[in-house]
Structures are given as structure tokens and as C-alpha cells.
């Protein structure tokens, strides 16, 4: 009996980690997060780069620019003057299958000549938004980073 | 030592105890998850404001330099922190105040523009070009990848 006492003493006496302070850190960081965290979609970004200046002689592009209109309506036209062309008009569609093809043809042109493709916009001031959108991502999608608005003073 | 305070001690250590490691397991699951999953938000998103969809839009990886202006259905206009911008003045003042502290920092500045899809483009348009005068020539079309 007094073996097995003295057992019970050092057992007793054996260190041990206190985790209750862990566990308070941990629960104030999930409720932290909880708390904080808001389910929100992500935003990306469409970029586009507007032309400083006019371009000096030296600047000039040695790439005839394609011409994108977009009407008040949402229609998309390509080219300017007679050779105006107008291709996607359903606004209810995101990924402009026409208008696509015509900046893929007119890039791998662009680059296989070794010329930056280059795109000059002219955008109606009641189109919609998501219309202008959905031209900049198609020229996203396209490769192309030069593009330029032509109307940005009315 | 009496028999019977022997027993008492006795009964003492065989207590029931809450097991706690399934929670603690738990807690800790939890915990990665959010931190694994979370993710700082680049700019103050207005829930007001419904950017358009764009499926080849890049990720929103730098904060520095974004000078974020809000636009909304009806035309008008804010700033990230939802001050109103009523006149022209008022944009031209942000942009340029907001460029002259980027360029102190030497931080590009950055037009970020949150369009609400519906809105018509010639809102943004005025943004652009009056941030175009105020020195800022990089536009960043707020956008979402897909609708859902």
C-alpha cells in the first residue's frame, strides 16, 4: 500500500502542458474569422491602357488599327467608312463569336508581320456598359493590349 | 490515512472527464480552413454597385495605385469609402490628389473602376477622361468572372 502511494505522488507530480490558453487563442481566432469573413465574389480587372498623348511621328504605328464601333444599341461594328462591317448584335450573348474571329485573324497578322496589333474603339455613350465590357474582354482574349478610345471627350 | 478518506480520494480521481480533443480537432480544422480560404480584398466593394462579367479578366494581385471610383446605375457617382463625387471638380480633385500621393510613394497610379453593368458607358467615360486630364492613363475595368 505505502509502494503504491508513493507510486500515486509521482505520477501526480509528472509535468504537464497546460492547453487551455491554446485553445482560447484558437477560438478567438475562429470566431475572429467567422465574424470577419464575408462571402463575397471575387473582382478581377479588364485592363486597358489609354493613349497619353498624341503619338509623335517617331510613335506612329506602323499598323493599320482595326476599328471597333459599338452603337447605343450593343451592336458591334468593325472596320470604318464602306468597309464597315457589323457583326455581333445579340446583347444577351458574352463571348462575341464574331468579333472574336475577326481580332484572332487580325492578331496573328498583326504578329506575323512582327506588328503590335493595335485597336481604335468608338463607343456610343448610351451603349451598356457590359457591352463595353464584353469588347474589352474579347480584345483580352485576343492578345491585343493596345487599344485606344477615340471619343473620350464628346 | 483511514480507510474511509482513502475512498473518498478514491473516488475522486475516477471523475468522469469531457474529452476535449475531438473538439480542440475540430477548432482547429475550422481555423485552417478560414485562413487557408480568406483572402484580403483588394478594394472596399460596393454591394450597391453589380460589376459587368468578363471571362478573360486577370486577377486583382496589386493594391498599391488604385484610385477607385464607384459607378452607379443611375449616374452617379463615389469613392471607395462612399463620399459622393457631384461635379467634375470634385472627380478631378480625387484623381489628382490621390496620383500626387502615389507618385510620393512611387506607386503607379491607377483608375479603378467599378461600373454597374446597367449603367450607360458614357458615365465611365467621363471617369476616364477626367482622370486622362488629372494624369492617370491606366484604367482597371472592375469586373466578375463568371455570373454565379
Redesign the interface.
Known amino acids: 500500500m505505502a509502494r503504491h502511494r508513493k507510486y500515486q505522488e509521482a505520477e501526480e507530480g509528472n509535468p504537464a502542458l497546460d492547453i487551455s490558453s491554446l485553445i482560447d487563442v484558437c477560438f478567438l481566432l475562429l470566431i475572429y474569422f467567422l465574424v470577419a469573413t464575408t462571402i463575397q465574389k471575387k473582382e478581377v480587372d479588364v485592363p486597358l491602357a489609354l493613349p497619353a498623348s498624341a503619338p509623335t511621328d517617331s510613335e506612329m504605328p506602323d499598323i493599320d488599327p482595326l476599328f471597333i464601333k459599338v452603337d447605343a444599341n450593343g451592336a458591334i461594328y468593325v472596320g470604318a467608312g464602306a468597309s464597315q462591317e457589323m457583326l455581333d448584335t445579340d446583347t444577351s450573348i458574352r463571348s462575341l463569336p464574331l468579333l472574336s474571329q475577326r481580332l484572332n485573324d487580325y492578331s496573328v497578322g498583326a504578329n506575323s508581320g512582327g506588328k503590335k496589333a493595335l485597336v481604335q474603339m468608338w463607343v456610343d455613350g448610351g451603349a451598356n456598359q457590359q457591352r463595353v465590357i464584353d469588347v474589352l474582354n474579347a480584345l483580352v482574349g485576343a492578345g491585343i493590349s493596345s487599344v485606344t478610345f477615340t471619343d473620350l471627350v464628346d | 490515512m483511514s480507510s474511509k478518506l482513502r475512498e473518498a480520494s478514491a473516488g475522486d480521481s475516477d471523475e468522469c472527464a469531457l474529452d476535449?480533443s475531438p473538439m480542440?480537432d475540430m477548432?482547429?480544422l475550422?481555423?485552417i480552413f478560414?485562413?487557408v480560404n480568406?483572402?484580403q480584398?483588394?478594394?472596399k466593394?460596393d454591394s450597391d454597385v453589380k460589376?459587368?462579367?468578363?471571362?478573360?479578366?486577370?486577377?486583382?494581385d496589386d493594391k498599391n495605385g488604385r484610385i477607385v471610383v464607384n459607378?452607379y446605375q443611375d449616374g452617379s457617382f463615389k469613392t471607395e469609402r462612399g463620399l459622393p463625387l457631384e461635379t467634375d471638380d470634385d472627380i478631378f480633385e480625387l484623381v489628382k490628389k490621390a496620383k500626387e500621393e502615389n507618385d510620393l510613394r512611387s506607386y503607379k497610379s491607377k483608375l479603378h473602376l467599378?461600373?454597374?453593368?446597367?449603367?450607360?458607358?458614357?458615365h465611365?467615360?467621363k471617369i476616364?477622361?477626367i482622370s486622362?486630364k488629372a494624369g492617370v492613363?491606366?484604367?482597371?475595368?472592375?469586373?466578375?468572372?463568371t455570373e454565379k
Not at chain 2, 51 to 60: E, L, N
Not at chain 2, 138 to 144: D, E, L, R
Open positions: 476535449m480542440i477548432v482547429f475550422l481555423l478560414f485562413v480568406s483572402s480584398a483588394i478594394v466593394q460589376p459587368p462579367i468578363a471571362s478573360y479578366g486577370k486577377k486583382q459607378v467599378r461600373g454597374d453593368k446597367n449603367a450607360v458607358f458614357k465611365s467615360r476616364i477622361a486622362a492613363d491606366q484604367v482597371m475595368f472592375a469586373t466578375y468572372v
